[in-house]
């Protein structure tokens, strides 16, 4: 378990290994007080991640978690989807809470969300009626769908002087949509107009090629950080489709959603719960709907930050991870919120499927599949220590040791860390991180 061999980690991605919420802010934000920039590569401001410091805590969405470093250049790229007031919103709450927001560079390939995205969201999901999604309205899916259907509009239009004839057909367009769809209300274009005009002054000082900045900062020996949004198990094409976000999750879009070479991404660390969580519809084999369940989810705190919903809970999925670790390109695992487990005198890990009678071992491609998996389980004994106070993993106690090793034999991948509460310094490494010797 103890790593003897330190590795360069210049350049490193974090993902989360599940379906998001696995605490990437937190571990974005540990590794950053060693980094020069951070990226974020994908979503928008429905991926809320919540840092803690010294008993204070700080929520950020699309603003980039290493924002707590003063020194860090914190990067939203190309990949992800801007709402410019949440945004703008982020950024005044952040200054009020003494950060500064000088440090924040944004890409002039990224697309906005306006207000008609998020509407047409909201009556999208309502449509569907007992097969909703789960969405957090906040409308990224509509803004990827105009991305791809090549209707979007990015933030280097806005200074272009085609640009409220641009946004004028799509409010028209739009309006059309929500009309004839849903019988709603048209949208004010001049409104939308005037707004985004108002606010895009308010960063134009920010916006550059920040795909020329991450290649120079990685090519003069800086450690750069790519952060991601949700998690693999998310991802709109290798996810619980179609449970999932409406952007690539995993590893394999840093390179895209940054404007980068994919040859100079070295390392992958997919953070994971030390069981897991799920928000809203779809298949959730190792699900507790139990007293254990609840008692997981009060003592995790297990709550959305975006929304305040109550997270689905189940025990480790070991299956789930194994196929985020392969499509994701992780190549270490942290574990994260391990001391929401002391007290239980038994701990699950599911190592198989059950499927029409037959034992799988990786995920259905189909939902209607996956909602029929019976999970098979490892049973391990718990422990009762209280571990928040732990220096190393020598100290935790055995059986919490032997369920950290079993993960990493099922896995068959590192643990490269855990961590035993909210706080910064509740943060174990296994491995000397941005060594630069």
Known sequence: MNKNESQDYRSLVIVGAQWGDEGKGKITDYFAQSADMVV??????????????????????????????????????????????????????????GFITDTIKISNRAHLVFPYHIVIDEFQEKERKNKKIGTTKRGIGPAYSDKVDRQGIRICDIAKKDFKEKLKYNVEYKNKFIKAMFDGKPLNFEDIYNETIELYKKIEDKITDTAIIIEDAIKSNKTVLFEGAQGVLLDIDHGTYPFVTSSNTSANNAPTGAGISANLIKHVIGVAKAYCTRV??????????????????????????????????????????????????????????????????????????????????????????????????????GWNEDITQVKSFDELPENAKNYLKMIEKICEIDIIGFSIGPDRKQTILLDQIFNHD
């Not at 519809?281 to 008692?295: K, V, W, Y």
């Not at 989810?297 to 070991?318: F, I, Q």
């Not at 390109?329 to 574990?335: A, E, L, P, R, V």
């Open 40 to 97: 974020r590569f994908a979503g928008g401001n429905n991926a809320g991640h919540i840092i803690e410091q010294n008993g204070k805590k700080l929520k950020v969405t699309i603003v980039p978690s290493g924002i707590m470093n003063s020194r860090v250049i914190n990067v939203i790229g190309n990949g992800t989807v801007i709402n410019l007031p949440s945004l703008i919103s982020e950024m005044e709450i952040l200054e009020k809470e």
């Open 280 to 381: 809203g519809a779809g298949g959730f084999p190792t699900e507790l709907l139990s007293e254990i369940g609840d008692q997981i989810r009060e003592k995790g705190h297990e709550y959305g930050s975006n929304t305040g919903r109550p997270r689905r809970v189940g025990w480790l999925d070991a299956v789930a991870l194994k196929y985020a670790i392969k499509v994701g390109g992780i190549t270490n695992i942290f574990i994260t919120l391990l001391d929401v487990l002391s007290g239980l005198e038994k701990i699950k890990i599911c190592t198989s499927y059950t499927l029409n009678n037959r034992q799988i071992n990786s995920l259905p491609a189909c939902d209607e599949d996956y909602q029929e998996c019976i999970p098979n389980f490892l049973e391990m004994p």
